[in-house]
Structures are given as structure tokens and as C-alpha cells.
């Protein structure tokens, strides 16, 4: 069986200034910036991402960005592109965010574009999938993952399948607080990597992170972290602070 190595995400979203980035992820070079158990990706806003890039230089943290647009220049007011990305050595693009779907009106076949173009820029794309708290409550958690998912990864190879990383997000518990069960997560987790398993064939999904995001935090980490297909975290409020990151990496370190 493939071991994979897990994988800790930041998404700072809108905040922090470049001097608020700056302390941030010095702390964070200086706290797990050296050890190689776990791969830590932060994403800071764009405005921060030369910065950070710089800050993290010589350690083992990786820099992701939170979106992009699919073309590669143009006349395409207020977005950056893959290649602009590439050249301030970002390695990793959150892309489909439930935020940019919800707020930004984001489509399927949008995120899809934005995932391929990430893919011919060797980017690695965070694609992110998830239900809206109504679509629980009406049973149709696995119909609309399996929607965002098939249709995020179409047209993507087997080959490069395995640079993807998959983010199960429920949108109800973004930001809230309210986090799935460890029950609830590892479900659709499993149900995400037997989809891969159909696209891409067993030994490719077997490579494939899936990321748990909504309200992880150190004290529930260590739980979810633990399920069988449940592969890292996509962290939002508790990125802000190193001290509450550096806890999920260690609780990462831990079952890994
Ligand atoms: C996110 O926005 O990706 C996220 C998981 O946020 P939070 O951790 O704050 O719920």
C-alpha cells in the first residue's frame, strides 16, 4: 500500500498585509520550516506572494497561491495567470474555492480551465469540492461532490493525475466552527479516492491527496488526520496564527 505523505495547506484568504505576511511565515520558517515529514504549503494574497516566496527560501515550506485565471496573459483586468505564478516560484494554486464559487459565481467549467492551465504550467492545482449545509440535508452530498469532481478533472490525464490534490470542503462548516464528523469526512473521502480509482485507476488514486478543510484546528486534528483517506488539511482561521499551524503540522507528523 502507498504511503502518502500528508499534506498541511494555509489559505490566508484576504488577509495580512506583505509586512503582516513577513512575520508570519518567519515564525513558521523557524518553527517547521526544516523538517520534511510533512509538506506545508502556505498561500498567502497575491500582494504577499513575492514576499513570502523570498522568506521561504532554503526551507522546506512550499507557496501557493489562492486562485488564478486560466489564460496565460490579456486583457483580463485584476487576475494573474499561471505563468506569473511560475515566475515568483509558487508550486501549489488553491482553485475552486467554495468562496469563489459562492461569491464570485465560479463555475465547474471555469475551475476546469483553471486546472488544466495549472497542470501545462506545472502548478499543482488544490481543487476544491464540497456541499452547501442544504445539499446535506437533502442526501445530496455525493452527487454534487462527484459533480465538482468529474467535472474539474476532465480532460486531465493519468499522468498527471497524481500532481493534483483533491480538498473535501462542506461549505457549512467554512468558517463556522462547525466541523464534519470524522465519520462524515472519511465517507466522502473514500467515495472521492473510488471516483479517482474510475477516472484514473487504482494505483493512480492511491497517490492522490485528499485534503479535509473546514474548521480544523489542533483539537480536532488529531481525529481526522487519522482516518484511512483523509490525507492533510485545508486550514483557513487557524493559518492566521503560527502557533495554531505549526499544532496541525506536528498533529500531521504524528500519524504519519
Ligand atoms: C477554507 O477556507 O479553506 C477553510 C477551510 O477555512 P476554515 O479553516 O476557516 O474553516
Redesign the pocket.
Known amino acids: 500500500m502507498i504511503s502518502r505523505k500528508k499534506l498541511i495547506a494555509g489559505?490566508w484568504?484576504m488577509n495580512k498585509t506583505s509586512a503582516d505576511a513577513l512575520t508570519l511565515v518567519a515564525d513558521l520558517v523557524a518553527s517547521v520550516g526544516r523538517q520534511t515529514d510533512v509538506e506545508v504549503v502556505v498561500c498567502p494574497p497575491f500582494t504577499s506572494i513575492e514576499t513570502v516566496g523570498k522568506a521561504i527560501e532554503g526551507s522546506t515550506l512550499k507557496l501557493g497561491a489562492q486562485n488564478m485565471h486560466p489564460e496565460a496573459n490579456g486583457a483580463y483586468t485584476g487576475e494573474v495567470s499561471a505563468p506569473m505564478l511560475r515566475a515568483l516560484f509558487t508550486t501549489h494554486v488553491i482553485l475552486g474555492?467554495?468562496?469563489r464559487r459562492a461569491l464570485f459565481g465560479e463555475t465547474d467549467v471555469f475551475v476546469n480551465k483553471k486546472v488544466l492551465a495549472a497542470l501545462k504550467n506545472q502548478l499543482k492545482p488544490i481543487l476544491?469540492v464540497g456541499e452547501s449545509l442544504g445539499e446535506r440535508e437533502s442526501g445530496s452530498t455525493l452527487k454534487i461532490v462527484q459533480t465538482q469532481l468529474e467535472a474539474g478533472l476532465d480532460g486531465v490525464s493519468k499522468e498527471l493525475a497524481p500532481s493534483v490534490v483533491i480538498?473535501y470542503?462542506p461549505v457549512w462548516?467554512?468558517?463556522?466552527g462547525k466541523v464534519a464528523t470524522t465519520e462524515q469526512a472519511q465517507e466522502v473521502h473514500a467515495f472521492i479516492r473510488s471516483l479517482l480509482t474510475k477516472l484514473f485507476t487504482e494505483p493512480v488514486a492511491q497517490k492522490v491527496r485528499i485534503l479535509y478543510?473546514?474548521?480544523?484546528k489542533p483539537a480536532n486534528a488529531p481525529e481526522l488526520l487519522a482516518q484511512k483517506d483523509i490525507d492533510g488539511g485545508?486550514?483557513?482561521?487557524?493559518?492566521l496564527e503560527a502557533r495554531s499551524f505549526v499544532e496541525l503540522v506536528s498533529a500531521a507528523a504524528a500519524v504519519q
Open positions: 489559505n484568504k474555492h467554495s468562496e476544491c480538498a470542503e462548516a467554512i468558517g463556522t478543510g473546514g474548521s480544523m485545508l486550514i483557513g482561521g487557524a493559518a
